[in-house]
């Protein structure tokens, strides 16, 4: 029994995880070779390093030298060689990878092997013929499901599936090379699946048709999936070869379609963001990690309940603080019940999360129980005063090298580490709702925030399985501070003329998952009411005699303010910019009322209603969004464009086929939006908002430069960093 063995390892080197090589020629040599040597009984394919391979080098597709992938000559030729092909698949069959397995005869896993087609990710469709291979072999519903999602399943899944015939605890690649032994001289024919026909659905068409409609809707404007369905859609109607026609031709759709550029971008920027920086040369190559072992949460409401359940599925024993016993009942049932859910997901249930056990989840009122805890999270009210008394108690009660985060969404960070005796240790970790979901942690450092308590919350981050992204300390650290002239914009757009579902239309059909109103209302519009309270813009603390629209010289709309006098908090109190079926209802309804009470405000106000067009909603609210993204970058408060596009993506539910605001902004064309900043703050001279930042000035001075040039334009190093 003689084996050719073909490694898939080739470029880059760095890289262990196998990515496909591009000029593919010596794997071709490799399989002509063991056809023609008749001493060669079989052929095991394998990868080296313990993985088989991740599929092609996602930078390839957006290099300008890219010539055409010759990948499916190659899984052709394998397919038909008339000696049996087994893949040895360990660590990871993805992409390219996966489709070189489905050429195979015969697939063999190791047991903690995954396999998925994630080009849909990236903007892609698999295009070496796995949209026409994978429905044969699995059926229809579960290939669509594979490629319309990218997902990657374990070995046990995919044995199920029947994507491979077997899977193994030990030596794959010796299991593989028993089963070529086992099927020497036996017919090829049947494992051959561009030859299979596609199992039959009794109702394909519908299916199909439905599978097309759920796409669409999720895709919210991403090309890819629906070109996925597409392409299977090809495979059930097509023979084979003209279903790798069409599978071919709409791969070269999505490559140029600027979307697939968005998404690798974004792809390797949530990469890029893990090598942090901070102030002093701090970073992410010489700070260590502290363990955390066991934590607490303090605050048991909208966001410390999410905490809670995102350190318990992380399996970090927690400790969860109320103020009092009412509180603490009701944020206990609150996290039984978010953790049930979570637990009813998961393969053990209740069981592998543990969480009835009190040395893994123990619910108190005692501070002094967080005398052992290696980090602390507090999640009490946006409240300076009270956020610094807990502070001052926790630097009193843990331990010296225990970590104190707060989850403030805008306050100094500074101020709060200063009632502490500890400021090197406490640092922001700011979550966003629903805490257990959303994929964003935005790490905030203080002046005096340590390298090795931003490396234990970047590994905190990454133990929760979320996107750990280090930013410096201002008023609404990066998301929310971008955010603020956004929705200042989409409420200057209804004092001049337009509808809250008028501009949450424009921005979910530019791909938000929801507008500023609907955002508003479901986070409740007394949050941002209070903290305008407390800074003195409305409320008891206003000077008498401040103009109704204007505050320190600058453009204000009391409009969220009014609201909230009526008691409209949006959906918990069933009325908001929208109407609701019931107080906490869900489903927002344009409001005659609300439509009413805008046009006596601008009677009020002297302000003549004007029509909006799509095209200006868009561009004050977004451009706005992006210009105070560059007031960042020049400021130092993050490290590059990239940091901001994650946690738009991550936290605020961007489109990632736009790549994040400032990837979409280089895309618009820097000098566009500079000259419709211009314009619109010509228009508006009293919003400080649209007026052109500096930084996004000089950039287009020096000729609009590509995004990854961006920081090197900074004429000083900034304080920050
Ligand atoms: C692999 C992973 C699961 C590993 O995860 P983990 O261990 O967590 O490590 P990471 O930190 O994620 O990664 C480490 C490091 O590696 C880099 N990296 C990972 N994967 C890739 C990759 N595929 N390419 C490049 N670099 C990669 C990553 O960036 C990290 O480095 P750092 O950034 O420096 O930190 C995980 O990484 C993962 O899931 N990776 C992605 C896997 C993936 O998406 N694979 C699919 C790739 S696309 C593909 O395979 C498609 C094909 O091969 C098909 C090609 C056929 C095309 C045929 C075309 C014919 C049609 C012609 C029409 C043409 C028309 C025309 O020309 O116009
Ligand atoms: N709600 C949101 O969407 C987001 C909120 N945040 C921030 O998270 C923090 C918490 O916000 P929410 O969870 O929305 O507030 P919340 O009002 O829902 O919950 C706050 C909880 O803190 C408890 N608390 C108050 N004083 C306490 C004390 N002395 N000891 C122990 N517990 C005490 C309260 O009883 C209450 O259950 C705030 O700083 C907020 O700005 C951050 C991101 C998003």
């Known amino acids: 029994m003689f084996h050719a063995q073909i490694p898939f390892d080739r470029i880059p080197h760095q890289f262990k995880s196998g990515l496909l090589c591009r000029s593919s020629q010596s794997e071709k040599d490799g399989l002509k070779k063991a056809d023609a040597d008749p001493s060669v009984k079989a052929v095991m394919i394998c990868g080296e390093n313990g993985k088989f391979s991740a599929g092609a080098d996602i930078r390839g597709f957006s ?39 489905l050429g195979c005869h015969y697939r063999v896993a190791h047991a903690k092997a995954r396999m998925g087609l994630p080009e849909v990710t990236i903007g892609l469709l698999p295009g070496a013929e796995g949209t026409q291979r994978l ?5 229809v519903p579960a290939a669509l499901d594979m490629i319309t999602t990218g997902k990657h399943i374990p070995a046990t899944e995919a044995l199920k599936l029947g994507l491979v015939d077997e899977i193994v605890e030990e030596n794959t690649i010796e299991a593989a090379i028993r089963l070529a032994n086992k099927v020497i001289g036996q017919p090829l024919e049947p494992r051959r699946l561009s030859l299979k026909p596609v199992p039959k659905l009794p109702n394909m068409e519908a299916f199909l048709r439905e599978a097309l409609v759920k796409v669409k809707r999720q895709a919210r404007g991403c090309l890819a999936p629906e070109l996925c369905v597409q392409a299977v859609r090809a495979a059930t109607e097509r023979p084979f070869a003209e279903g790798v026609r069409r599978e071919r031709e709409l791969f070269g759709l999505l490559l140029s379609s600027g ?8 792809f390797f920027a949530e990469r890029a963001v893990r090598r942090w920086a901070a102030p002093g040369g701090a970073s992410w190559s010489s700070a260590a990690p502290q363990p955390v072992r066991k934590a607490a949460v303090i605050g048991l409401g909208t966001m410390g309940r999410g905490i809670v359940t995102s350190l318990v599925k992380a399996n970090i024993p927690v400790v969860a603080l109320e103020q009092d016993l009412e509180y603490l009942n009701k944020g206990r049932k609150a996290v039984m ?49 009270l956020k610094k008394e807990i502070f001052h108690k926790l630097s009193k009660i843990c331990k010296p090298g225990a970590l104190l985060c707060t989850n403030t969404s805008a306050l100094n960070i500074d101020e709060i580490a200063s009632a502490t005796n500890r400021p090197q240790q406490v640092i922001g970790t700011h979550f966003f709702s629903p805490a ?58 209804l004092e001049e003329g337009s509808r809250p579902e008028a501009v949450d239309q424009v921005l979910e059909d530019f791909g938000f998952k ?77 409001d005659p009322w609300l439509h009413d009470f805008l046009s006596q405000y601008r009677d009020t106000h002297g302000i003549q209603s004007r029509f909006i067009d799509q095209e200006e909603i868009l561009e004050r609210c977004l451009f706005s969004l992006i210009n105070e993204g560059f ?30 605001p400032m990837f979409y902004a280089s895309t618009v064309g820097l000098p566009r939006v500079l000259a419709k900043l211009q314009k619109y703050s010509e228009a508006h001279p009293d919003v400080p908002g649209l007026r052109p930042n500096a930084f996004l000035k000089k950039l287009v001075a020096v000729r609009s430069p590509p995004l990854k040039e961006w920081m090197s334009y900074l004429s000083h190093q900034s304080p920050k960093l």
């Open 63 to 101: 290099s300008p030298k890219r010539h055409g992938v010759a990948l499916s000559p190659i899984v052709s030729l394998i397919e038909s060689s008339e000696k049996p092909v087994v893949a040895a698949i360990e660590g990871v069959a993805l992409g390219g990878g996966l489709e070189v397995a």
């Open 135 to 139: 429905p044969r072999l699995i059926g």
């Open 259 to 266: 979307q697939a550029q968005a998404l690798q971008y974004a």
């Open 337 to 385: 019940l978010l953790l049930e859910r979570e637990a009813m997901k998961m393969e053990g249930g209740a069981q592998t999360l543990d969480f009835h056990n009190p040395a893994r989840l123990q619910f108190t009122v005692d501070f002094d129980l967080l005398c052992d805890v290696d980090l602390v999270i507090e999640a009490v009210f946006e409240n300076m005063a």
């Open 436 to 493: 257990h979901v959303m994929r964003l942690l935005e790490i905030i450092y203080g002046r005096h925030t340590s390298p090795t308590a931003i490396a234990t919350a970047m590994q905190l981050a990454k133990a929760l399985k979320k996107v750990g992204v280090v930013v410096g300390n201002c008023f609404g650290f990066v998301g929310n501070r971008m955010m603020f002239p956004y929705v200042q914009q989409a409420v200057f757009l």
């Open 514 to 590: 929801i507008g500023p109103f609907r955002m508003s209302d479901l986070a409740g519009l007394d949050v941002g009411w209070r903290s305008r309270k407390e800074q003195g813009l409305t409320g008891p603390s206003l000077a008498a005699g401040t103009p109704a629209r204007q505050r320190h010289g600058q453009r204000y709309s009391p409009l969220p303010d009014l609201l909230c006098e009526q008691g409209r908090f949006g959906q918990k109190t069933g009325k908001g910019w929208y109407q609701y079926e019931r107080a906490g209802g869900r489903t927002a309804t344009p």
């Open 631 to 660: 007031a960042i970058l020049a400021e130092g408060i993050a490290s590059g464009p990239e940091h901001l596009d994650v946690i738009y993506i991550n936290g605020y539910g961007w489109p990632k086929h736009r790549g994040g």
